[in-house]
């Protein structure tokens, strides 16, 4: 897992640890939320044979907001779940620096495009005010879970920015060493000294 906020220097790092867990505070409330949104809704229906009004409605927004923003911190982290056998196999540092360069510059060209989709939904919406879409019983407009999409995108987009300009100012011997953090060698329990354990 890498750190953005500890490879970058400290006039960005600062605001970039506030933006980041800013986005894990919205993730862990957004979370929160829909834990006692279900738990209630399983105490109204058992305990009191009621419904809890329109719960489906501001949990929809929420989700949105949660996935989105979580899996921009996954990106922060280079955290996604991936099938890359590449990194495993190719051990040369350059080789390395120069297969993360493409990768990134792929990344960033595809979060790019999905960003401006995401820009497009969302003027859609902005330009059909006062007639934009809401939902049937609170009439949450579908903007809001929307703009969680955007937002989302453009953090995705940020991040892998950041690390591909850290790719650029390290150079290759940080994208091996940035390899190695991600798959960390596993160490044989067998061969550490007792005295190496105390």
């Keep these: 897992m890498t750190n953005l906020t500890d490879e970058l220097p400290g006039g960005a790092a600062g605001p970039l640890e506030r933006v980041l867990k800013l986005m894990q505070a919205l993730v862990i409330a957004g979370g929160v939320v829909m834990a006692l949104t279900f738990s209630f809704v399983v105490v109204f229906r058992y305990g009191f044979n009621a419904n809890l009004f329109a719960y489906e409605e501001w949990l929809m927004a929420a ?7 979580g899996a921009a911190l996954a990106s922060a982290q280079k955290a996604h779940i991936n099938a890359d056998i590449l990194g495993f196999l190719i051990t040369n540092p350059r080789v390395i620096w120069w297969r993360e360069l493409v990768v990134e510059t792929i990344e960033i060209l595809v979060l790019l ?3 401006y989709w995401a820009y497009l939904m969302i003027a859609e919406e902005i330009g059909t005010y006062p007639l934009w879409q809401t939902t049937n019983a609170l009439k949450i407009p579908f903007l ?3 703009l969680g999409i955007f937002v989302g995108y453009i953090c995705m987009t940020a991040f892998a920015i950041l690390h591909f300009y850290l790719l650029i100012r390290k150079g290759p ?3 091996d060493h940035h390899e190695e953090l991600e798959h960390p060698p596993v160490e ?3 061969l550490i000294d007792e005295g190496k354990g105390k």
């Design 173 to 175: 011997g940080w994208a």
């Design 63 to 69: 989700s949105f907001w949660v996935f989105f923003i």
């Design 113 to 115: 495009l999905v960003c």
């Design 144 to 146: 809001v879970p929307r």
């Design 188 to 190: 044989d329990i067998a």
